[in-house]
C-alpha cells in the first residue's frame, strides 16, 4: 500500500554503516584492557540493556498508508536516565544503534553526567517525505515507543536529519498521553527543544562549540596559534556550521567542506556565513557555491590543511582514504567516524584525533543543562550557557589530555578509560542485584 516511488528511492540510498559495532568494542576492549576492567564489569557492559523495534502505520498527504521501522537501544544506565539522539536516515538499524548507543554511554560518563547512553531512530530519508508526514511519522514513533522513554528514564535529543521541531513535536506528543496533572512535569522528556517550548538558549550551537573548544584547548597545550590555520569539514549542518562559524572567528580559514551531495574548496578560504545562507537557499546543499571549484568525492581527505573537522556520519576515515590525510589534527564532530583500521595508519603517521566522546560532547552536555533548566523551572541565558559549556569542556579535556600523557597513550584510550572506570566504580559501589 506504500507509495512505490519512495519506497523504491529509500531501498536504493541504503549506505550500511557496516563494522561500527566492531570498532566501538574493539576501542572499548583495548580500553578496558589498560584498566584491568573486572571481567564481571567488562560482560555487562558489552552487552545493551534493551533494544527496542517497532514497526508503526502513517496515512500519507495522498492518503495510502506506509509501515515504518523505528528503533530505540539501551546501552547502560547505571549513572543515570539513557541519554541519546534520535535519527532519520536510510542506515538506522539495530547495528548502529548498538554502536551509537555504547558511545553515548561513553561519552556522558566522560562528561561527569548523571546519564547512560541510548540511541535510536527511524529508517527513513526525510527528504521524500513533507513536513506534514513528517509531523505525523515523528508523532506516532512516540507514541509506539510508550514507555521505553521519559525524563527520569531515557531521554532522546536530535541527531542526523532531526532537530528542534522533530523534538518539540515529540515532547508535545508525550506530554499529551500524560495524565492532565503530570503534562507540565514532563517537557523534559526530550532535550534539544526550540527556545519557545522549554528549550536551552544556545543548544543549537553546543555540539559545535565543543568541537571548536577542544580543538583550541588542544592548540593551546601545543602552543599552536589558531589564525591562519587550515581546516576542512565533512558535513555542514548543525556541527559542521557552527565549528566553522567560531574557528573563523579565531582567524581559521575554512578551505573545504563535503555534504552528501558533493564536496567544494578554496584555499584562499570559504567565507562561512556567506557559505551557510547559501546552504539554506539551496535546499541544504553546498555544491556549486559561486565562490568555490569542486572536489572528487574520494579526494576531499586529502585536501591540504592543518586542521580536519569529521561532522557527518561513522566510518568515513578508513584505511582506503587515511594515508592520503594532510591534516595533523582530526577533531570527531560526528560519533565514530574514524574506523578502527583508519586510525590505526593515523596514528603510524604522528596525526592526532580527538575523541568524538570528548570532541563533540558539547551537545549532550547542553542537552544536560536543558534538561536541569526545565526540572527547576529556571532560565538561563546565552551567555551563561556558553561559560558553563566552556567550563565543563576544559574539566573534561585536561582529564583526557592528562590521562593520555602520563599512560602514554592515545586521546581515544584516554578517554574510554576515564569513562568506563566511572562506570565500574557505580557498580563496585552498588554491587550485582540481587
Aim: aromatic letters at 8%; hydrophobic letters at 35%; charged letters at 25%.
Amino acid at each position: 500500500m506504500g507509495n512505490s516511488k519512495k519506497d523504491s528511492k529509500t531501498k536504493n540510498k541504503k549506505v550500511p554503516l557496516k563494522g561500527m559495532m566492531d570498532n566501538v568494542m574493539e576501542q572499548f576492549n583495548s580500553a578496558a584492557n589498560h584498566i584491568n576492567l573486572h571481567p564481571n564489569i567488562r560482560k555487562i557492559l558489552s552487552i545493551t540493556n534493551n533494544e527496542i523495534l517497532v514497526n508503526f502505520p502513517v496515512k500519507m498527504d495522498n492518503g495510502e498508508v506506509e509501515v515504518f521501522t523505528g528503533y530505540r537501544v539501551q546501552h547502560n544506565g547505571a549513572l543515570g536516565p539513557y541519554k541519546g539522539g534520535l535519527r532519520y536516515h536510510a542506515t538506522v538499524d539495530l547495528d548502529a544503534a548498538r554502536a551509537l548507543a555504547m558511545w553515548m554511554t561513553w561519552k556522558t560518563s566522560l562528561a561527569g553526567l548523571p546519564y547512560g547512553g541510548a540511541k535510536g531512530g527511524i529508517k527513513i530519508d526525510p527528504a521524500l517525505y513533507s513536513e506534514n508526514e513528517l509531523e505525523r511519522i515523528t508523532r506516532r514513533f512516540t507514541y509506539a515507543l510508550a514507555d521505553n522513554i521519559g525524563p527520569e528514564h531515557d531521554i532522546p535529543a536530535p541527531d542526523v536529519n532531526t532537530n528542534s521541531q522533530t523534538m518539540a513535536w515529540i515532547a508535545d506528543t508525550y506530554m499529551s498521553t500524560r495524565p492532565p496533572a503530570q503534562r507540565s512535569a514532563n517537557q523534559h522528556v526530550v532535550t534539544g527543544k526550540p527556545d519557545g517550548s522549554g528549550g536551552l538558549e544556545g543548544r543549537d550551537r553546543a555540539t559545535g562549540f565543543g568541537v571548536y573548544l577542544t580543538i583550541k584547548f588542544w592548540a593551546d597545550k601545543n602552543d599552536m596559534e589558531l589564525n591562519g590555520k587550515k581546516f576542512i569539514v565533512q558535513g555542514f549542518g548543525n556541527v559542521g556550521y557552527w565549528a566553522s562559524h567560531f574557528l573563523e572567528k579565531d582567524g581559521a580559514k575554512l578551505v573545504g567542506v563535503q555534504d552528501a551531495q558533493g564536496s567544494i574548496q578554496n584555499q584562499d578560504g570559504l567565507d562561512v556565513e556567506a557559505l551557510f545562507k547559501y546552504n539554506l537557499a539551496n535546499k541544504g546543499t553546498i555544491v556549486n557555491y559561486p565562490d568555490s571549484t569542486p572536489v572528487e568525492k574520494g579526494e576531499f581527505f586529502s585536501l591540504d590543511c592543518d586542521i580536519c573537522i569529521p561532522a557527518a556520519l561513522g566510518n568515513q576515515i578508513t584505511k582506503k582514504n587515511a594515508p592520503n590525510i594532510k591534516a595533523k589534527l582530526i577533531a570527531e564532530g560526528a560519533n565514530g567516524p574514524t574506523n578502527v583500521e583508519g586510525e590505526k595508519i593515523l596514528m603510524e603517521r604522528g596525526i592526532v584525533i580527538i575523541p568524538d566522546i570528548l570532541c563533540n560532547s558539547g551537545g549532550v552536555i547542553g542537552s544536560y543543562y536543558e534538561w536541569l533548566q526545565n526540572r527547576s523551572g529556571e532560565i538561563w541565558h546565552l551567555e551563561e550557557v556558553m561559560e558553563k559549556l566552556r567550563n565543563k569542556l576544559k574539566v573534561s579535556f585536561d582529564k583526557v589530555y592528562n590521562y593520555s600523557e602520563s599512560e602514554g597513550i592515545d586521546m581515544r584510550t584516554a578517554a574510554f578509560c576515564i569513562a568506563i572506570e566511572r562506570i565500574e566504580k557505580a557498580y563496585v559501589q552498588r554491587g550485582i542485584f540481587p
